[in-house]
């Protein structure tokens, strides 16, 4: 089962704007973290933001947890073409739930130069 | 930087066939996953590993095997291959609390 679910499921942007995407999940979380995927490759781990951190900055990305929403969005600024890919969303609800990760169904992002 | 490979990035199999995936890490990680990815399901956990010869089921193992003889490689099995297998498979591996680290996939046809 998913627990984390990505909005909107595609986006299309241009070179430069800013492209924002949001994760919900439903139960506890120890972390939430993104991810991004080129075509046909593997995931490449982006950014992890603990369940007592609120806003978290890596270069042009700026994610944000809501835990009281059970909410998360990732904000990528000034976007590049090369920024084409599919993102997800993954939480970690802790020893509890044997440190797995589940992911969303991912959102889907083409910046046009 | 830690590096996952897998065995292949394509195969093509015949139902019935007896599939071996691998996938190996060069870091010490003591946690390895498989994942499949389909579209519109998002990546589905399969299997996963604590340590040498140890293995849990994810949310989807029926139809696969493991095997962790060593702690660098964790193998996907799939005994008797169908083709709602066909798949796109990723293996990861995870050190400290958190982030995994990917391999590039496997992408497998059962016809």
């Known amino acids: 089962s998913q627990q984390g679910e990505e909005d909107p499921q595609a986006l299309s942007i241009q070179e430069g704007e800013n492209a924002t995407m949001n994760c919900s999940y439903k139960?506890?979380?120890?972390?939430l973290q993104w991810y991004r995927q080129n075509s046909g490759r593997g995931l490449v781990h982006l950014i992890l933001?603990?369940?007592?951190?609120r806003e978290k900055h890596s270069g042009r990305l700026r994610v944000t947890l809501d835990t009281s929403k059970k909410s998360s969005s990732l904000l990528i600024t000034a976007s590049r073409a090369a920024d084409t890919a599919s993102y997800f969303c993954?939480?970690?609800?802790?020893?509890?739930?044997?440190?797995?990760?589940?992911f969303g169904g991912g959102t889907r992002v083409l910046v046009k130069p | 930087d830690v590096k996952v490979t897998q065995s292949s990035r394509y195969l093509v199999k015949r139902t019935g066939e007896k599939v071996f995936l691998e996938c190996v890490q060069d870091?010490?990680?003591?946690?390895m996953f498989w994942y499949r990815q389909d579209p519109g399901l998002g990546l589905r956990l399969i299997y996963f590993?604590?340590?040498?010869?140890?293995?849990e089921k994810g949310d989807i193992p029926e139809g696969y095997s493991v095997s962790r003889e060593k702690k660098e490689r964790f193998s996907l099995i799939l005994e008797s291959a169908s083709t709602n297998q066909t798949s796109m498979y990723l293996c990861?591996?995870?050190?400290?609390?958190?982030?995994?680290?990917f391999g590039p996939g496997t992408r497998l046809t059962v016809t």
């Open positions: 990861a591996s995870k050190g400290r609390p958190g982030e995994q680290y």
């Open positions: 139960t506890s979380i120890n972390n």
């Open positions: 933001i603990r369940s007592n951190e």
């Open positions: 993954a939480t970690d609800a802790g020893r509890a739930a044997g440190n797995k990760l589940t």
């Open positions: 870091m010490d990680h003591e946690n």
């Open positions: 590993s604590y340590d040498v010869k140890m293995k």
